[in-house]
């Protein structure tokens, strides 16, 4: 299929042929190279701004939540709204400790 600004190539132009190769080669690598590494490091990008958005949110609620209790419900204690938070964070830690299968630790010396 020849544009309408190029010659029909005729049976001598080998050099054509030869720059169409080599293009339909180096498209092919690319493909199986640099696309796969580009996904792979815009996942890993867009996980490690995830990550950090969640861990600042995750903080930012928690101070939130020991100020709130501090000034509003326990009158200055301090430690009493440790207690409440710490309580909380221990309870979704146990939780998700038990949701993890890491209870069974003696089928990893099989």
Known sequence: MADADTPAE??????????????QAV???RDRSTRPVLFAVRA??????VAVVSVFLVVAFS?????LLTDDAFG???WASDLVVGGIFSGAGAFLLTRSGARRSHDVGR
């Open 10 to 23: 005729g049976p001598d132009d080998w050099a054509s042929h030869a720059t169409r190769l080599v293009e």
């Open 76 to 78: 200055g204690r301090v």
């Open 27 to 29: 498209t092919a690598v």
């Open 63 to 67: 101070v939130g939540v020991v100020r």
């Open 44 to 49: 890993l990008v867009v996980g490690t701004l």
